[in-house]
């Protein structure tokens, strides 16, 4: 007698900065999503595989959804996360405890289009000092559309996220699961050593520069015990090159050194990284730049 499984895909969609990627690494238990404290971190959807006996949640990660549309990197971030929710058979749908926003708005409006089931996570509940203020928030916000659920998560602490995977269980299709057991993103090795290099990065770089550079894997391979990685970090204008580099070389090299023990942990062997800063001038709002460096839709 064969056991009935369980697979279907849930997205992960919310305004930039909710806490999507750290929900998602934190359901993996791996971190294969890049996170920070900016805006705007995640450029990709992304798939996280999570195989548990008779059950396979395939969780899509997305770009958060935003109202700034004044470059062509901004339009893809929008259409990249509209994109993840056709066809997806849950929506977990995430916004910040006690902090609704305009974006919390728009977002619940262009969820209004698709027509899975939506489960609210409201995330953070960790930095709420009066837990009192948590309970009209809720109520508040269950006014706002007919939520299939309403969990109050932590996706950093790990708070009721075994609640939120029960019901997500429970919305899974009965099917063949869809990725083999052991497989848990979709994502290359080198896609993910180009991003874990980016997330130095913008953890480290103030203002506006996170958003203007972008990295590319030229060289990407393994001998034995030591992978060979170059990478290119490409910027838009030369002063921000500089900025990049730091004085002395100091920032490019403390994010060599970071990202580098990220990949040698990811990949189990010793990495040799290297690193170099390119000016590409107007790469953010040029099509087929973009599509260039990785930002086209699949
Ligand atoms: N205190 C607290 N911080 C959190 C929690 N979840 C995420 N964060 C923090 O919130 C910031 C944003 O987290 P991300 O996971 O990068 O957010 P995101 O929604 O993926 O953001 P984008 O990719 O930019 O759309 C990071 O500094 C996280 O550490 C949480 O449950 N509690
Ligand atoms: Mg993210």
């Known amino acids: 007698m064969s056991i009935e499984k369980h697979c279907g895909y849930v997205a992960i969609i919310g305004r930039p900065n909710v806490g999507k990627s750290t929900l998602l690494n934190h359901l993996l238990g791996q971190k294969i999503s890049i996170t920070s404290r900016k805006p705007q971190t995640t450029r990709h959807r992304l798939l996280g595989i999570k195989t548990e006996a008779d059950t396979q949640i395939v969780y899509v990660d997305t770009p958060g959804l935003h109202q700034r ?13 509209t994109n993840s929710m056709v066809g997806v058979d849950v929506i977990v749908w995430l916004v910040e405890a006690l902090h609704w926003t305009k974006e919390d708005t728009f977002v619940l409006n262009t969820l209004k289009q698709s027509s899975a089931p939506i489960i609210l996570g409201v995330n953070k509940i960790d930095k709420i000092s009066d837990k009192n203020a948590l309970l009209p928030y809720l109520k508040e916000v269950a006014t706002r559309y007919d939520f299939l659920e309403i969990i109050p998560i932590s996706a950093s602490k790990g708070h009721n996220l075994v609640e939120l995977e029960t019901k997500i269980t429970q919305l899974l299709p009965i099917t063949t699961f869809l990725f083999p057991e052991e497989q848990i993103t979709d994502r290359t090795e080198r896609f993910l050593a180009a991003e874990f290099i980016r997330e130095k990065l913008v953890r480290r770089l103030g203002a506006e520069l996170p958003y203007r550079l972008t990295v590319e894997i030229e060289h990407f391979s393994s001998d034995k015990n030591l992978t060979h990685i170059a990478a290119l970090i490409w910027v838009e204008q030369h002063g921000q090159k500089v900025i990049v580099i730091g004085k002395k070389g100091k920032i ?21 990284l290297q690193l170099w800063v390119k000016v590409k001038k107007g790469w953010c709002d040029n099509e087929r730049a973009l599509q260039q460096l990785g930002y086209s839709e699949e």
Do not use: I, P, S, T
């Open 69 to 81: 549309h004044h470059n062509a990197m901004n339009r893809y971030l929008n259409r990249a996360a």
């Open 252 to 272: 490019l090299k403390a994010v060599g050194e970071e990202a580098r023990k990220e990949m040698e942990a990811m990949l189990e062997c010793k990495v040799f």
